[in-house]
């Protein structure tokens, strides 16, 4: 391998044209010419003595050795950012990649298009958004920022409150008909409830806050699922009680299509930003939090 060190220009084209899968792309995005991506390509492969991209008329795609390098090269870009934006000052626009995840329905229906708009304000940077049915350790498993509904974190992350939120008992009006509505938090274990295995919920228990007492019910029923949506869809479809969050049922609950049940019970369950503190700093991460803050605010959703 040539001993010589990759420059950041060539690791940041290199970046773009991943990002793209295209060398004309990436060229218009970083407003070069094609001649000028190839270029910082062939010598950042030939300084690593790798081939990083496989290239076809058609398409660009890495390679296992280019996998392995962009991950690298994001981290030596943003440390470089960081820097810059630390000793420099805040910048006009905040630029960089950043790793966001949230939960599989919050994520969807609620995260995505903020984050469509995030970069649509910032075009500079780069966002790439995953989701998961467990509870993800942001540091650990390298991710820049969590948008979390659930008020629990572990004390080596940072957080930031985007918007109150509470989940609620609801079931069908077909479902009340049929089995009627439990009059105390107890008549729950004589009903059909959806459990759901999502995130850091415990299965088949529901943490109640019930006229500011909390209460650990264990509930059970003949349906229950990984994924809050098909809960919901089966409480719809008349099946069971399900324990939603009021941004995802509000419209329900306003349609008819749901009935709120025993409305003293609760469960607190935020929407928060974490993230780890070594990014406390970053001017790309505090750009991303704000704007989360304030498009949640003015959001009739969650409420």
Same mark, same amino acid.
């Given at each position: 391998?040539?001993?010589?060190?990759?420059?950041?220009?060539?690791?940041?084209?290199?970046?773009?044209?991943?990002?793209?899968?295209?060398?004309?792309?990436?060229?218009?995005?970083?407003?070069?010419?094609?001649?000028?991506?190839?270029?910082?390509?062939?010598?950042?492969?030939?300084?690593?003595?790798?081939?990083?991209?496989?290239?076809?008329?058609?398409?660009?795609?890495?390679?296992?050795?280019?996998?392995?390098?962009?991950?690298?090269?994001?981290?030596?870009?943003?440390?470089?950012?960081?820097?810059?934006?630390?000793?420099?000052?805040?910048?006009?626009?905040?630029?960089?990649?950043?790793?966001?995840?949230?939960?599989?329905?919050?994520?969807?229906?609620?995260?995505?298009?903020?984050?469509?708009?995030?970069?649509?304000?910032?075009?500079?940077?780069?966002?790439?958004?995953?989701?998961?049915?467990?509870?993800?350790?942001? +540091?650990?498993? *390298?991710?820049?920022?969590?948008? =979390?509904?659930?008020? !629990?974190? @572990? &004390?080596? #992350?940072?957080?930031? $409150? /985007?918007?109150?939120?509470?989940?609620?008992?609801?079931?069908?009006?077909?479902?009340?008909?049929?089995?009627?509505?439990?009059?105390?938090?107890?008549?729950?274990?004589?009903?059909?409830?959806?459990?759901?295995?999502?995130?850091?919920?415990?299965?088949?228990?529901?943490?109640?806050?019930?006229?500011?007492?909390?209460?650990?019910?264990?509930?059970?029923?003949?349906?229950?699922?990984?994924?809050?949506?098909?809960?919901?869809?089966? +409480?719809?479809? *008349?099946?069971?009680?399900?324990? =939603?969050?009021?941004? !995802?049922? @509000? &419209?329900? #609950?306003?349609?008819? $299509? /749901?009935?709120?049940?025993?409305?003293?019970?609760?469960?607190?369950?935020?929407?928060?930003?974490?993230?780890?503190?070594?990014?406390?700093?970053?001017?790309?991460?505090?750009?991303?939090?704000?704007?989360?803050?304030?498009?949640?605010?003015?959001?009739?959703?969650?409420?």
């Amino acid at each position: 391998m040539n001993t010589s060190t990759p420059a950041n220009e060539d690791l940041r084209v290199f970046s773009v044209v991943a990002r793209k899968s295209s060398f004309t792309a990436a060229a218009d995005d970083l407003r070069v010419s094609p001649a000028y991506v190839s270029k910082r390509i062939r010598l950042l492969e030939q300084q690593l003595g790798t081939k990083l991209l496989h290239r076809t008329t058609r398409s660009v795609a890495l390679t296992e050795d280019g996998d392995r390098v962009l991950r690298w090269a994001q981290r030596i870009l943003d440390d470089l950012d960081q820097l810059l934006q630390e000793v420099g000052g805040t910048r006009a626009q905040p630029r960089g990649s950043l790793r966001v995840c949230s939960s599989f329905g919050f994520g969807r229906q609620q995260v995505a298009p903020a984050i469509g708009a995030l970069v649509e304000r910032h075009p500079q940077l780069q966002v790439r958004l995953e989701v998961f049915d467990r509870l993800i350790d942001v +540091a650990a498993e *390298g991710f820049d920022l969590d948008v =979390r509904v659930g008020d !629990e974190a @572990a &004390p080596h #992350l940072i957080k930031r $409150r /985007l918007a109150d939120n509470h989940r609620v008992l609801c079931a069908s009006p077909a479902y009340v008909a049929r089995r009627g509505q439990p009059r105390t938090p107890a008549e729950l274990a004589g009903h059909d409830c959806l459990a759901i295995k999502e995130r850091d919920h415990p299965f088949g228990v529901w943490q109640l806050r019930c006229e500011g007492r909390e209460q650990a019910l264990k509930v059970s029923g003949p349906l229950s699922s990984n994924h809050g949506e098909i809960a919901l869809r089966w +409480a719809l479809d *008349g099946h069971g009680i399900v324990l =939603r969050s009021l941004w !995802e049922v @509000a &419209p329900l #609950l306003a349609q008819g $299509r /749901l009935v709120q049940l025993l409305p003293g019970c609760i469960q607190p369950a935020n929407v928060w930003a974490v993230y780890p503190t070594r990014l406390e700093r970053s001017a790309k991460l505090r750009v991303a939090v704000e704007f989360l803050a304030q498009w949640f605010r003015s959001s009739a959703r969650p409420g």
